[in-house]
């Protein structure tokens, strides 16, 4: 049964840091893509980065390139999404999410994954 629990979010001021965790259960990261997305209040869930299962490839949705990484480790079976230089539209609960991975890479796309996380809040205020 795959099981994906988040953790590491709460409230940063505008320009900090956070990093979130993914820990997986279930299944191996080298057969499923993992994504992070988000969801901001009276928004549509958005994909914010994703990292491939057989090459560890990467992509990232515009608004955050250059100031989050996605970054895997199989000896924990964890998924990362480091947070930097964090603005208020940052806003949102994050969840992870898996897919098999029947195509080569990952996409952005919300509705191609099956398995979600619970969600944690990150919220940016000063």
């Known amino acids: 049964q795959v099981q994906l629990v988040e953790s590491g979010g709460g409230l940063v001021q505008p320009g900090g840091s956070l990093r979130l965790s993914c820990a997986a259960s279930?299944?191996?990261?080298?057969?499923?893509?993992i994504a992070w997305l988000r969801q901001a209040p009276g928004k549509a869930r958005e994909g914010v980065s994703c990292?491939?299962?057989?090459?560890?490839?990467?992509d990232y949705a515009d608004p955050v390139k250059g100031r989050f990484i996605i970054s895997r480790s199989y000896a924990k079976n964890t998924v990362y999404l480091q947070m930097n230089s964090l603005k208020p539209e940052d806003t949102a609960v994050y969840y992870c999410?898996?897919?098999?991975?029947?195509?080569?890479?990952?996409?952005?796309?919300?509705?191609?994954?099956?398995?979600w996380g619970q969600g944690t809040q990150v919220t940016v205020s000063s």
């Open positions: 279930g299944f191996s990261f080298s057969y499923w893509h």
């Open positions: 990292i491939s299962s057989t090459d560890g490839s990467t």
């Open positions: 999410a898996a897919v098999w991975a029947a195509t080569p890479t990952c996409t952005l796309d919300p509705v191609v994954y099956d398995d």
